[in-house]
């Protein structure tokens, strides 16, 4: 790999620090580069900041090796050998990324593959079901569909669904995420699975909300929406625009007083990488507007705007949301 120099990542001390944590990672005993990784460091109080946050980023994305910049121990290797080493550096430290990407964007990958249907990133799906009644499955989601005589029930396994229920009172139309389950006879509805519970809301006509384990039910009709932790406990409700309701059918995400946190999964799927909050803080900030999915890095930098916060791109794949 290129090693790194304190000139050539002036202009972006995110992206140096990386290259440096790569390279530290990769030959950790080696002198010469410690010493110009200190002198790198002691340049200006912004690479500080950089190779700290570019350490919790490693961790984050998946890295299980620490990071440790002590002082190194004398290379016990032949040249042949370290010249050998040198030509796989490049290899392994990519694969290593990819691996490490590959941990924090696809833990649900089993549960993907046993699901009925899915969608990969930036892509919606719209399906006809065997009663007539049409699934649209948002970005990244999967879903599990079982039909009887008596019921139909589909369960969100993961992302977004918008369902139009063709009417049939002999057999209830649900849909259960996370424990909450949400019935209609005949209606229209979005069901969002979030990191922490569900989010359902009513485009027309009633849906009856009930999360059995604590005995909450409640009715909704158009335009009210209702988001319920994974404990049962109704952490938001509202009401906003019925046709606000699954915009990303229409390429939009409309959120009303969302955290960021919940933002930022909604935009997850839509961009092909990782993309990490480092301030507890600004996650549970609230967030409410209208973005443009096909430009997901746009439309968080949008969202997180207001709240004094940026957006960094520390490689193609992985988006960092700090503090500015």
């Known amino acids: 790999m290129t090693r790194p ?28 580069l410690k010493a110009r990784f200190d002198a790198w460091l002691a340049e200006s109080p912004q690479h500080r900041e950089a190779w700290n946050e570019a350490r919790k980023v490693w961790s984050l994305v998946g890295r299980a090796t620490p990071v440790h910049v002590d002082a190194p121990a004398t290379a016990a290797a032949t040249s042949g050998r370290m010249a050998g080493r040198r030509r796989l550096r490049p290899a392994l430290g990519a694969a290593a990324l990819a691996a490490s990407l590959l941990i924090a964007l696809l833990p649900g990958l089993p549960m993907r593959l046993a699901a009925d ?19 649209h499955l948002g970005a990244g989601s999967a879903v599990d569909i079982a039909y009887s005589d008596h019921a139909r029930r589909v369960r969100l396994l993961a992302g977004t669904i918008f369902v139009e229920v063709k009417p049939d009172p002999g057999r209830p139309f649900g849909v259960v995420a996370n424990g909450l389950e949400s019935t209609a006879l005949g ?10 519970g569900t989010a359902v809301a009513v485009a027309h006509g009633t849906v009856s909300a009930e999360y059995p384990p604590t005995a909450l039910s409640m009715r909704l009709r158009a335009g009210e929406w209702v988001r319920v932790g994974r404990d049962g406990v109704v952490t938001g409700r509202g009401v906003s625009s019925a ?38 803080a600004l996650s549970a900030r609230r967030v409410t507007g209208v973005y443009d999915l096909s430009d997901p890095v746009g439309a968080l930098r949008a969202a997180v705007y207001p709240h004094d916060a940026s957006v960094r791109r520390i490689t193609p794949w992985v988006l960092v949301v700090s503090a500015r």
């Open 5 to 32: 120099s304190s000139s050539n990542d002036a202009g972006d001390p995110s992206a140096a620090a990386l290259n440096w944590l790569i390279a530290l990672q990769e030959e950790p005993h080696q002198p010469e």
């Open 117 to 135: 249907a899915v969608t990969a990133t930036g892509e919606t799906r719209r399906m006809t079901l065997a009663d007539g009644s049409t699934l």
């Open 187 to 196: 209606t229209a509805y979005e069901v969002r699975s979030l990191r922490g």
């Open 243 to 280: 046709e606000r309701v699954a915009a990303w059918r229409d390429g939009r995400l409309a959120v009303s007083d969302w955290a960021v946190s919940d933002v930022v999964g909604a935009l997850r799927p839509y961009f092909h990488g990782a993309i990490l909050v480092l301030d507890d």
